[in-house]
């Protein structure tokens, strides 16, 4: 028996991925337009000492320190912004990023709650509050507030984005497909939104995963999460060429990917029968996640098929060390000792 490979799904964190993108078109076009150098922070440092009462500087700022994680600046920056302007809501907004990066939920609820005071109809608020209530789980909110700031604004990418992402939490592959389709429709440099559409379509076997996948691809090239899911679905749909060219596509990006590792000496073991080959790769991946138990396993697995009783046995071990009572591993060992 062996261990099947799963899919690797790098998790999108929505309020923690939006505080911290920079300008780069593959990360949405929800983005603060700032690039996070020190180029940038010297050229709105001389801007600030020209203009100190303009609160848009300090509210930039403050964006550009929270990207970078100096959150006391950030604070500073955004405390002082306020001072100068109370009432604008956009920079509530910022403060409730820099609160959710810190972990206080609390106040960031309270910052978003101030800022729909002074705009109710604030798109960036409405889809932060949204945000958030997805990442708690509460996705009747979610529809509404997404729902408000469609109304309010009908190109709205980043809301389609969300309530679409909602309805995939839901299990509604159709609306999850067709909201996330309109991200796309109004923002043709999405990543994110690719990335769903890849995820939704291999979960239907649907090839036209490939297509948005690539499509992701465009955008960043050297996307170790496109490359990987697209491996994975030639992997899955028995496309070995294309899947163990990706994946090495993946390992000249990063040697240190585990998982893709892992998954060429599936292949390489399980359609291949090369079994030498795969105990090279299931060593590369035990070699960058020390407690891959599955890797242990495959590799001990493959020991055995090559007749190299010690080695297997010790891989057994090792997997069962690393998890007590795993079934395969004890299945292995009754294997070598004749109980089976």
Same mark, same amino acid.
């Given at each position: 028996?062996?261990?099947?490979?799963?899919?690797?799904?790098?998790?999108?964190?929505?309020?923690?991925?939006?505080?911290? %993108?920079?300008?780069? #078109?593959? #990360?949405?076009?929800?983005?603060?337009?700032?690039?996070?150098?020190?180029?940038?922070?010297?050229?709105?440092?001389? /801007?600030? #000492?020209?203009?100190?009462?303009?609160?848009?500087?300090?509210? #930039?700022?403050?964006?550009?320190?929270?990207?970078?994680?100096?959150?006391?600046?950030?604070?500073?920056?955004?405390?002082?912004?306020?001072?100068?302007?109370?009432?604008?809501?956009?920079?509530?907004?910022?403060?409730?990023?820099?609160?959710?990066?810190?972990?206080?939920?609390?106040?960031?609820?309270?910052?978003?709650? /101030?800022?729909?005071?002074?705009?109710?109809?604030?798109?960036?608020?409405?889809?932060?509050?949204?945000?958030?209530?997805?990442?708690?789980?509460?996705?009747?909110?979610?529809?509404?507030?997404?729902?408000?700031?469609?109304?309010?604004?009908?190109?709205?990418?980043?809301?389609?984005?969300?309530?679409?992402?909602?309805? /995939?939490?839901?299990?509604?592959?159709?609306?999850?497909?067709?909201?996330?389709?309109?991200?796309?429709?109004?923002?043709?440099?999405?990543?994110?939104?690719?990335?769903?559409?890849?995820?939704?379509?291999?979960?239907?076997?649907?090839?036209?995963?490939?297509?948005?996948?690539?499509?992701?691809?465009?955008?960043?090239?050297?996307?170790?999460?496109?490359?990987?899911?697209?491996?994975?679905?030639?992997?899955?749909?028995?496309?070995?060429?294309?899947?163990?060219?990706?994946?090495? /596509?993946?390992?000249?990006?990063?040697?240190?990917?585990?998982?893709?590792?892992?998954?060429?000496?599936?292949?390489?073991?399980?359609?291949?029968?090369?079994?030498?080959?795969?105990?090279?790769?299931?060593? %590369?991946?035990?070699?960058?996640?020390?407690?891959?138990?599955?890797?242990?396993?495959?590799?001990?697995?493959?020991?055995?098929?090559?007749?190299?009783?010690?080695?297997?046995?010790?891989?057994?071990?090792?997997?069962?060390? $690393?998890?007590?009572?795993?079934?395969?591993?004890?299945?292995?060992?009754?294997?070598?000792?004749?109980? $089976?």
């Amino acid at each position: 028996m062996l261990y099947k490979p799963a899919l690797f799904i790098v998790t999108l964190i929505f309020f923690a991925a939006s505080c911290n %993108d920079s300008h780069d #078109k593959r #990360k949405g076009a929800e983005n603060i337009q700032i690039a996070p150098t020190d180029a940038f922070l010297k050229e709105i440092n001389q /801007k600030i #000492k020209e203009n100190p009462n303009n609160p848009d500087l300090f509210n #930039k700022r403050a964006q550009y320190y929270l990207q970078i994680e100096n959150i006391d600046s950030a604070f500073r920056d955004i405390n002082q912004a306020l001072t100068l302007d109370s009432l604008n809501a956009d920079y509530y907004v910022t403060l409730s990023d820099i609160y959710m990066f810190t972990g206080m939920i609390g106040n960031t609820l309270a910052a978003l709650e /101030k800022a729909l005071q002074i705009n109710p109809e604030s798109n960036n608020a409405l889809l932060k509050r949204a945000e958030l209530h997805l990442y708690f789980s509460e996705y009747e909110k979610v529809v509404d507030l997404t729902s408000k700031a469609i109304k309010i604004e009908r190109v709205n990418p980043k809301a389609y984005f969300i309530r679409g992402m909602t309805y /995939k939490m839901l299990g509604d592959t159709v609306r999850a497909i067709n909201n996330i389709q309109v991200t796309v429709d109004q923002d043709q440099e999405y990543y994110h939104a690719y990335i769903q559409l890849g995820l939704l379509y291999a979960g239907l076997s649907n090839p036209l995963a490939i297509d948005y996948y690539n499509n992701a691809l465009n955008l960043w090239p050297e996307s170790t999460e496109a490359l990987y899911n697209l491996a994975y679905f030639y992997q899955e749909h028995d496309m070995l060429n294309e899947a163990l060219s990706t994946y090495t /596509k993946l390992l000249q990006i990063d040697s240190t990917h585990a998982h893709a590792h892992y998954n060429m000496g599936y292949i390489h073991m399980v359609y291949l029968e090369m079994f030498r080959q795969a105990i090279v790769h299931f060593s %590369d991946a035990i070699k960058y996640a020390p407690d891959y138990v599955e890797a242990y396993y495959n590799r001990g697995y493959c020991f055995e098929l090559l007749g190299d009783i010690h080695n297997a046995r010790a891989d057994y071990y090792r997997a069962l060390n $690393l998890r007590t009572n795993y079934d395969l591993a004890i299945q292995g060992l009754n294997r070598l000792d004749g109980n $089976l």
